[in-house]
């Protein structure tokens, strides 16, 4: 890709406790008709959402370059006490203003953060 194309990724980042998804376009163009699958079900704030089918993720018309959509998942222990799956793949399809097609294929594993200590953890235990 030049940086002119768009390359739209999806991220689990971790902070101080906190796990979010952010979908990203991190190329120099803009990305179009952007959906993502996840080859497994993704559930958040304690088990009550069903994350991986928000429409965030089944179908962004539009995101600029440099742009990212951030969404809360869970906390950190809710979501390692929950067996929410540590090993995921993400397949995201998008097009730039032309319409060529692109596809990234991104494997996750949230796992990494599981032993990471945070400010305001409970350590006593």
Do not use: C, W
Not at 13 to 28: D, M, R, S
Not at 98 to 122: A, F, L
């Amino acid at each position: 890709m030049t940086d002119s194309n768009p390359d739209v990724i999806v991220d689990f980042i971790f902070e101080q406790g906190l796990l979010y998804i952010a979908l990203a376009n991190i190329g120099g163009g803009p990305a179009y008709d952007i959906a993502v699958k996840f080859d497994k079900k993704i559930t958040g704030l304690g088990g009550s959402k069903l994350i991986s089918a928000m429409p965030l993720f089944q179908r962004t018309e539009f995101m600029p370059p440099h742009k990212e959509i951030r969404t809360f998942l869970d906390t950190a222990a809710s979501y390692f006490a929950g067996k929410q799956p540590r090993d995921i793949k993400t397949t995201i399809t998008f097009t730039d203003r032309e319409g060529k097609k692109y596809s990234n294929v991104i494997k996750h594993n949230p796992g990494i953060y599981s032993d990471i200590g945070y400010t305001g953890e409970d350590l006593s235990g």
